[in-house]
């Protein structure tokens, strides 16, 4: 059985904490891995360095301010590169820019959620978005077998 991975690059520890929280709540998600940069999601995705044989990830949830590679930088380089691109980004941000969300789709990215400042509406934003992504949403072969038959992560 796939292992269901959201990568979440986020650099705010507190910010990994409750988003991980938000998505292993009511067993949304299985595994979701972390990524504290650009740089280091691009290793992650790539396969490289201290994550060789890391298992792709279904969706990666992306902060813009991120150090070393800011997310705007690292969107367009996954939806640049062929091995890349067909894995859904969407944007989780505290930015409601209009430049930042035109400046995002226009890089492709798939979906622009702005982080809730309330727990409770995290929790929900995080619920609809694995619901989408993983319920109502077509993706392509291998794919986490539909999300393991419509139960979504949860063995």
Known sequence: ??????????DNPGDVRLTVEALKENHLVRTVK????????LAYLHRSGPYTGAPRPELVLLDLNLPRKDGL????????DPQLR?????ILT????????????????????????????LFQAMKTVVDFWFGAA???????????AAGRFAD
Request: proline residues 6%; negative net charge.
């Open 1 to 10: 059985m796939s292992q269901g991975v959201i990568l979440l690059v986020e």
């Open 34 to 41: 972390a990524a504290r940069d650009g740089m280091d999601a």
């Open 73 to 80: 930088e690292l969107l367009a380089e996954i939806k640049e």
């Open 86 to 90: 067909s894995i859904p980004v969407v």
């Open 94 to 121: 505290t930015s409601e820019n209009p430049d930042d969300i035109r400046k995002a789709y226009d890089l492709h990215a798939n979906a622009y959620v702005a982080k809730p400042s309330r727990l409770e509406e």
């Open 138 to 148: 077509s993706l392509p072969a291998g794919s986490r077998a539909r999300a393991v």
